[in-house]
């Protein structure tokens, strides 16, 4: 991250959502990071998922799944402390982990939720219907999507545009960070035919209008092809460090974002994603 300015303009509160893995202690040391240099506070969640037919058949499973859930949010609780990041704790049993996720973030009025891309199967799939796609498709705030061995970085930040209120939020909160990190900003659009290139040029330029007027160097690309290939493939070769996405397209559509661009793209970067809700 550029020195010590907090690249998110209100962050109070973050929460990181964790289950032990490589992926999630990936995320841990980048929330206590931001923590630190928002000066914000750090909630760090754990859910063990379970059902009454589960508990009431195997307890002792339930028992030491929770045990160790606790320990390593005390170890968590430790590395913040030590950053001087105050870190509040929570162990949950829950049947739908997505929720309770989605409900603490609600309830201790969260700016942003940070995971990692995938949990202890650590599958190197597309994560439909996982934790992730459901608390990015329903949670009101921003989600910071890492994966393995990604940095929370703002050097080089490629925002994805469609032309929709979800893209223009996005394009938003990417213009702010650029700006206070003196970021290079590269706005990309990407037309799945011929006919589709006239509005990618369209949006791309709107945006590129208002990164200038704020003094921001940006680069434009719109190119034809898969959106999701197209994004992480620009990501890679501009070495992009973070890149920024609406939660949706243009359909909008208020339900899991199965197969979804945004969903490819963090199933696929190498990068940060920062998912940003309208």
Same mark, same amino acid.
């Given at each position: 991250?550029?020195?010590?300015?907090?690249?998110?303009? =209100?962050?109070?509160?973050?929460?990181?959502?964790?289950?032990?893995? *490589?992926?999630?202690?990936?995320?841990?040391? !980048?929330?206590?990071?931001?923590?630190?240099?928002?000066?914000?506070?750090?909630? @760090?969640?754990?859910?063990?998922?379970?059902?009454? !037919?589960?508990?009431?058949?195997?307890?002792?499973?339930? =028992?030491?799944?929770? =045990? =160790?859930?606790?320990?390593?949010? !005390?170890?968590?609780?430790?590395? @913040?402390?030590? *950053?001087?990041?105050?870190?509040?704790? /929570?162990?949950?049993?829950?049947?739908?982990?997505?929720? *309770?996720? /989605? %409900?603490?973030?609600?309830?201790?009025?969260?700016?942003?939720?940070?995971?990692?891309?995938?949990?202890?199967?650590?599958?190197?799939?597309?994560?439909?219907?996982?934790?992730?796609?459901?608390?990015?498709?329903?949670?009101?705030?921003?989600?910071?999507?890492?994966?393995?061995?990604?940095?929370? !970085?703002?050097?080089?930040?490629?925002?994805?545009?469609?032309?929709?209120?979800?893209?223009?939020?996005?394009? %938003?909160?990417?213009?702010?960070?650029?700006?206070?990190?003196?970021?290079?900003?590269?706005?990309?659009?990407?037309?799945?035919?011929?006919?589709?290139?006239?509005?990618?040029?369209?949006?791309?330029?709107?945006?590129?209008?208002?990164?200038?007027?704020?003094?921001?160097?940006? %680069?434009?690309?719109?190119?034809?092809?898969?959106? %999701?290939?197209?994004?992480? *493939?620009?990501?890679?070769?501009?070495?992009?460090?973070?890149?920024?996405?609406?939660?949706?397209?243009?359909?909008?559509?208020?339900?899991?974002?199965?197969?979804?661009?945004?969903?490819?793209?963090?199933?696929?970067?190498?990068?940060?994603?920062?998912?940003?809700?309208?």
């Amino acid at each position: 991250m550029n020195g010590k300015i907090c690249p998110i303009g =209100e962050l109070e509160t973050l929460l990181v959502a964790t289950d032990g893995s *490589e992926f999630s202690k990936n995320a841990v040391r !980048e929330a206590v990071n931001l923590a630190k240099i928002c000066l914000g506070k750090l909630i @760090a969640i754990s859910i063990v998922q379970t059902n009454l !037919e589960f508990e009431a058949g195997a307890p002792q499973v339930i =028992e030491k799944a929770e =045990e =160790e859930a606790i320990k390593h949010l !005390e170890s968590i609780k430790s590395q @913040a402390t030590k *950053e001087g990041v105050d870190c509040e704790t /929570i162990v949950s049993l829950s049947e739908d982990p997505y929720q *309770e996720v /989605i %409900d603490h973030a609600s309830l201790n009025k969260v700016q942003m939720i940070i995971m990692g891309t995938h949990g202890r199967k650590g599958i190197k799939r597309l994560i439909m219907g996982s934790v992730v796609a459901k608390v990015i498709s329903h949670t009101p705030c921003n989600v910071l999507v890492l994966p393995l061995n990604a940095k929370f !970085e703002c050097k080089n930040i490629l925002v994805a545009t469609d032309g929709s209120k979800y893209s223009a939020a996005a394009a %938003d909160e990417a213009i702010g960070i650029a700006k206070r990190c003196e970021s290079k900003l590269f706005v990309i659009s990407v037309a799945a035919s011929d006919v589709g290139m006239t509005s990618a040029h369209d949006n791309v330029k709107k945006i590129v209008a208002i990164a200038e007027k704020e003094g921001i160097k940006n %680069d434009p690309i719109i190119t034809r092809g898969e959106p %999701d290939e197209a994004i992480a *493939e620009a990501a890679k070769q501009r070495k992009a460090d973070l890149i920024v996405m609406g939660s949706h397209g243009k359909t909008g559509l208020n339900k899991l974002l199965m197969g979804s661009v945004t969903e490819r793209v963090i199933s696929h970067s190498e990068s940060a994603v920062l998912v940003v809700k309208a």
